[in-house]
């Protein structure tokens, strides 16, 4: 499987289990505002809530905690940078989703001063492939 079709699968794996929990999303990776817009998914929950998700791909089927901090730098970066740009916009997230090997999610907020780690656990969304190819 190509490198974006398992991103196009993961997005849409995303978008799934967002509406499952009451987002309307929007995925960005398949519109032209991809560049100026450092997301592959936006979820809104009305305009109290607002997620810019970025998703990152793993080869093992659990990455520390440290190793996503490092893994992930640029994005943290970027986020931040996005997030800077509206201050006053306290509803707006940045996060980060790693999709491990095992087909599961580890999932991340971004902030302008931390970096933690969101659905700990069991709770984590699964990935589930499509098809035989997966």
Known sequence: MTASRRMTILCRNAKVLLEAAGYDVVIVAEL???????????????NADVRFIQIKIAIKPYVSFADVEMHCGREIREIRKQLACHPQQNHFHGEIWVATADGRFQCYEVSANAFRKIFPGASAPVALMEGASA
Do not use: S
């Open 32 to 46: 032209p505002v991809r560049q100026q817009v450092h997301a592959h998914l936006i979820a809104l929950q009305g």
